[in-house]
């Protein structure tokens, strides 16, 4: 159910993504108490991307899932800002966060919806 994404302007060596997407999944499982099994993470390195003007580095990150606890955005935001910049060296005033709380009418799995 929950949807991880990460865009950033820098680069990131292949078999150090990989490692990030699985340290990724499982940080996001335990952050929403979800099972991981149910977890989806992406990591997109190098896309074109300018923040207040500047291309220095950069990250817009997504955060969607069913019954997502919006009343601990800002520990969420907290926390994902720790992990992308010390994962990555974002800094956390380089970072946008897009929190999705999502319909389980609405989002699809083995062809049918939640």
């Known amino acids: 159910m929950p949807y991880f994404s990460i865009e950033t302007n820098q680069p990131v060596d292949p078999a150090a993504n990989q490692q990030l997407l699985e340290k990724t999944s499982a940080f996001i499982a335990d952050l929403l108490g979800k099972p991981e099994s149910y977890v989806m993470v992406s990591i997109q390195p190098e896309r074109p991307l300018i923040f207040g003007g500047s291309d220095e580095p ?9 019954g997502l606890p919006t009343e601990r955005c800002p520990e969420l935001s907290q926390k994902i800002c720790n992990l992308v910049e010390l994962e990555l060296g974002i800094p956390k005033d380089r970072i946008f966060i897009d929190f999705k709380d999502l319909e389980r009418n609405l989002f699809g799995w083995n062809g049918k919806t939640f």
């Open 58 to 66: 950069a990250a817009f990150v997504r955060l969607k899932s069913i």
